[in-house]
């Protein structure tokens, strides 16, 4: 990588690992002349990746989970500075779909190859997305894996069978250019410009950040077996062929339901409008990736993104 300026962001709190010496690590493995800014609140890395770009910096680099990514992305969308990702967090689903490892020493090496792709992102109602929006389920989860206090893998699992325990599906209309209106009461929907959520659990399998569409997954309310079934086939990539599934691809989309409500946008809870108008846009931001686009695989390769999290956390343990 030529000698340029870097910004990394660092979000202290992402994850389980502890990130005392991340900043010397990227030092020396990346040839930029590099300023160090860590987060203390919501908020920070948007604030600190737009100085970078009015600073003039040619990259930013975000250590931290989907939301620190977000946070970094929404203010370099439309510039010409490019987005690193450093994965700390507990889903890592944009650098998953990316194909950017979840090692740190690898991910930096991705970064030093200076591949960058402009790739597309979602607005759900003037707000950013890179990974995934949703209401319904995964919303009513992600909040209350925020209001949890604890991160990590095991926490969301915790949060997710305590919720799936309790919910209750809601009704919702949606209209695309692509298809008719549709009403009915689901378990979710799911609104992908990437294909997963995090933790190689595909809620859209062949989504591409690349195409200038979205991915859009319903999930039917069903009874505790038939969710329970699309749950599996999350995790081996067969959601696509489930008969409680409705998905179609689409520049542009509304959402609405009997009023405002919980949403989550790349894992992060908020409250939205009952009605939620979402478009695509595409080739708007730049982000260092392998450059290696492998065509999805059911049962292949999610099997091969757990056998890498197997090698990581065996390498991980022992260095």
Not at 170 to 178: F, Q
Request: a neutral charge; charged letters at 20%; one cysteine or more.
């Amino acid at each position: 990588m030529d000698h340029k300026r870097a910004l990394l962001i660092i979000n202290p709190i992402s994850g389980t690992d502890d990130k005392h010496g991340l900043d010397q690590v990227v030092a020396d493995a990346l040839d930029v002349d590099l300023e160090v800014a860590w987060t203390k609140g919501r908020g920070d890395a948007t604030r600190l990746a737009g100085e970078a770009v009015r600073r003039g910096f040619h990259s930013v680099f975000a250590a931290g989970g989907d939301g620190t990514v977000n946070e970094t992305a929404r203010a370099l969308c439309g510039s010409p500075v490019a987005l690193g990702i450093l994965p700390c967090g507990s889903g890592n689903g944009l650098a998953r779909h990316l194909g950017i490892p979840i090692d740190i020493a690898d991910a930096l090496r991705i970064i030093a190859r200076d591949h960058i792709e402009r790739c597309d992102y979602g607005m759900a109602n003037g707000k950013p997305f890179f990974c995934t929006f949703g209401v319904g389920f995964d919303a009513a989860v992600s909040s209350k894996f925020a209001m949890a206090g604890r991160r990590g893998r095991l926490s969301y699992i915790r949060e997710t069978f305590l919720e799936y325990l309790s919910y209750s599906p809601e009704i919702y209309s949606i209209s695309a250019p692509e298809v008719g209106p549709i009403t009915e009461r689901a378990f979710l929907v799911a609104v992908c410009n990437a294909s997963q959520y995090g933790n190689n659990a595909y809620i859209a399998p062949n989504a591409s950040m690349t195409d200038g569409l979205l991915d859009v997954t319903i999930v039917h309310s069903g009874n505790p077996l038939t969710t329970a079934i699309v749950g599996l086939d999350l995790l081996t990539g067969f959601i696509g062929r489930n008969t409680q599934i409705h998905s179609f691809r689409t520049p542009a989309l509304t959402i609405t339901r009997h009023g405002d409500g919980p949403v989550h946008l790349d894992g992060e809870p908020m409250s939205m409008d009952r009605s939620i108008s979402l478009e695509c846009r595409p080739s708007s931001l730049s982000i260092y990736t392998p450059g290696i686009n492998e065509t999805f695989k059911p049962i292949i390769t999610p099997m091969r993104a757990f056998m890498r999290d197997i090698h990581y956390a065996i390498r991980h343990i022992f260095r």
